[in-house]
């Protein structure tokens, strides 16, 4: 007698936006190979809705709660237990594409999820040391099995059980431009420090310098970013510039300082 065929899962891309009108449509058709698509949008002021909807998408218009909540939110709305989840500014490669696809018709065998590498563009250049590189993402799972979690901004995926491994690349281009970097070196920043403040953690002045240097010497050093040439080393710099500000920050929340109003005469 022959076997029965195992039913092919089906799986819900989740993607949450805002302003992403640019980059909106090459992320969706990188997910073509998905059953379903849902697009959790924070509002956006240009057209990100209107192009998601016009591809197929399920587009939800929401308040912005937190990258953590509103991806958790994206999932639980998905109709497939099965979710991918990807950012605006990420593409599907298609070795990974190819490697997700003889899965999913294999049923997803033996695993509640799976992590691949993520390689970032930087200026112009596919960016392969430093911290930045393998970057491995869990990012394909069961949502039965898997929550979001993490700490605002760096959200992560829990799973219960051990993930596997793929060896295909999701494609990333996280900054148009250096300004756009150091507008988010800024605005993560104060996220990361306020969640460190309200979690009771304490800066001292020797983090604003000892962190820092640590973080390059691993980025550039340990983490061969050297290899990567001018770009290498502004990351690393930029690194060190983040987790400076993180601690600054921490270091004026939890010593109340405030500005103060001009004397009036």
């Known amino acids: 007698m022959s076997e029965i065929p195992r039913e092919r899962p089906k ?9 992403e009108e640019d980059r909106i449509a090459d992320c969706l ?29 399920r587009v939800i218009e929401r308040d912005w709660p937190g990258h953590v909540a509103q991806k958790e939110f994206a999932i639980r709305e998905a109709t497939n237990e099965w979710v ?3 950012d605006c500014d990420e593409r599907v490669s298609a070795p990974l ?33 430093g911290t930045w590189y393998p970057d491995r993402q869990l990012r394909l799972f069961d949502r039965r099995r898997g929550k979001w ?7 992560r995926v829990v799973l219960e059980g051990r993930p596997g491994e793929l060896r295909g690349e999701l494609l990333h281009y996280p900054y148009r431009s250096i300004s756009e970097h150091l507008r988010t070196i800024d605005n993560y920043t104060t996220i990361m420090a306020e969640g460190l ?10 983090d604003l310098w000892i962190r820092p240097a640590a973080r390059f010497f691993n980025f550039y050093v340990l983490r061969l970013g050297v290899l ?33 109003s001009p004397e009036k005469d």
């Open 11 to 19: 799986v819900t891309a989740c993607i949450i936006s805002l302003n």
């Open 29 to 57: 058709a990188s997910v073509s190979w998905c059953d379903e698509v849902v697009v959790v949008d924070s509002h956006s002021k240009d057209r990100t809705r209107e192009i998601a909807a016009s591809l197929g998408a």
């Open 84 to 86: 991918f989840c990807i």
């Open 97 to 129: 594409r190819a490697e997700i696809l003889t899965l999913r018709d294999q049923g997803f065998p033996g695993r509640a999820g799976w992590r691949f590498p993520r390689c970032s563009n930087y200026l112009g250049r596919w960016i392969r040391h």
């Open 149 to 155: 979690g993490g700490n605002n901004p760096h959200d």
């Open 197 to 206: 403040h309200a979690r009771g953690r304490r800066a001292a002045v020797h």
């Open 228 to 260: 990567d040439g001018w770009r290498g080393f502004l990351m690393a710099c930029l690194a060190a510039q983040y987790v400076r500000l993180k601690w600054a920050k921490l270091l004026i929340l939890q010593r109340d300082v405030r500005p103060t």
